[in-house]
């Protein structure tokens, strides 16, 4: 994967699980970038990626915000659940988990 997609998928993460508000600026592109430990481009490369996927909005000089849309990232989360939903069954069932066996594993996982 390319640095740039795993620095937009980290930094997506952190938007998602709630660690910048809705509408909050974001840290300056070389903060996030001696955090990644990259490049200043690399950075404003990842941040264009999430501003394409809606995560992020650019204002100009102000530099890039969260979107202050919370239909948005409720929308994301549920992609990232449903893909990472989909991959788990996908493995139960390559190691020849039965649908009654997979439902009991799920059963006994305690909330």
């Known amino acids: 994967m390319y640095p740039y997609l795993q620095i937009a998928s980290v930094i997506r993460a952190t938007v998602l699980r ?3 508000v809705l509408g909050q600026q974001m840290p300056p592109i070389r903060t996030l970038a001696e955090r990644e430990e990259c490049n ?3 950075v404003q490369k990842a941040l264009k990626v999430l501003e394409k996927q809606g995560v992020i909005v650019s204002r100009g ?5 969260v979107t202050e849309s919370e239909k948005k990232i ?5 992609q990232n ?3 990472l939903t989909k991959i788990l069954f996908e493995k139960l069932y390559a190691l ?3 649908d009654s066996e997979i439902i009991k ?4 996982i305690e909330t």
Do not use: H, Q
């Not at 000089?61 to 915000?65: M, N």
């Not at 409720?74 to 549920?78: A, F």
């Not at 594993?105 to 006994?108: A, E, G, K, P």
């Open 18 to 20: 709630g660690k910048y």
């Open 40 to 42: 200043p481009a690399t």
């Open 61 to 65: 000089s102000k530099g890039y915000f």
């Open 74 to 78: 409720i929308e994301l989360r549920n």
């Open 81 to 83: 659940f449903n893909r």
């Open 96 to 98: 020849g988990f039965s």
């Open 105 to 108: 594993l799920f059963d006994r």
